[in-house]
């Protein structure tokens, strides 16, 4: 006897296959269930809560993230491009951006960019859940939060240890 084919395992038929073409290519279609619906053949009366039982579908579901990380593959290397000029022309662009480029670049290759105070603030707040810790934990936990905060809100940006600068 063969095996049980899951939902998950199973292939959309035509006409799924077809609402998830346009629900992800067809402009005015993107998104948009009932118009991808109505695109793909099915009834204009019932298009929407078509669509709605489509999109509860897993292999539809399936369907639609295994297309959507495909495309977004093929623009993977368009979007490191991008961040490399970005990266390799700090004069060209704003700081920020060349920054905010390079750490999404060490990111995607895997090489952490958070600094070492704030990993082991970051590493302290996992090992010990809200619930776990003291009351004077929390507290500082809160004054440390809003001081950020009004940082913030003030225009003033907190570099390492050093005094807040104006941005």
Same mark, same amino acid.
Do not use: W
């Given at each position: #006897?063969?095996?049980?084919?899951?939902?998950?395992?199973?292939?959309?038929? +035509? #006409?799924?296959?077809?609402?998830?073409?346009?629900? %992800?290519?067809?402009?005015?279609?993107?998104?948009?269930?009932?118009? /991808?619906?109505?695109?793909?053949?099915?009834?204009?009366?019932?298009?929407?809560?078509?669509?709605?039982?489509?999109? *509860?579908?897993?292999?539809?579901?399936? @369907?639609?993230?295994?297309?959507?990380?495909?495309?977004?593959?093929?623009? @993977?290397? #368009?979007?490191?491009? %991008?961040?490399?000029?970005?990266?390799?022309?700090?004069?060209?662009?704003?700081?920020?951006?060349? /920054?905010? /480029?390079?750490?999404?670049?060490?990111? *995607?290759?895997?090489?952490?960019?958070?600094?070492?105070? *704030?990993?082991?603030? +970051?590493?302290? /707040?996992?090992?010990?859940?809200?619930?776990?810790? %003291?009351?004077?934990?929390?507290?500082? +936990?809160?004054?440390?939060? #809003?001081?950020?905060?009004?940082?913030?809100?003030?225009?003033?940006?907190?570099?390492?240890?050093?005094?807040?600068?104006?941005?």
């Amino acid at each position: #006897m063969g095996e049980a084919i899951t939902a998950v395992e199973r292939e959309p038929n +035509e #006409m799924q296959a077809a609402f998830v073409f346009h629900y %992800t290519n067809t402009p005015g279609c993107i998104g948009n269930g009932a118009a /991808a619906a109505r695109a793909a053949g099915y009834s204009d009366h019932s298009a929407r809560d078509i669509a709605a039982g489509l999109l *509860r579908k897993p292999h539809v579901r399936e @369907a639609l993230v295994r297309y959507a990380r495909e495309r977004l593959a093929h623009l @993977a290397p #368009m979007a490191i491009e %991008t961040l490399r000029e970005f990266a390799a022309n700090p004069d060209k662009y704003p700081p920020r951006v060349s /920054a905010d /480029a390079a750490k999404a670049l060490l990111d *995607r290759a895997g090489f952490s960019v958070v600094s070492a105070d *704030r990993k082991s603030q +970051e590493d302290d /707040a996992r090992e010990k859940p809200d619930s776990a810790k %003291t009351l004077a934990e929390l507290d500082a +936990e809160i004054e440390q939060r #809003m001081a950020e905060r009004r940082r913030r809100e003030a225009g003033l940006q907190v570099v390492g240890d050093a005094e807040p600068v104006e941005r």
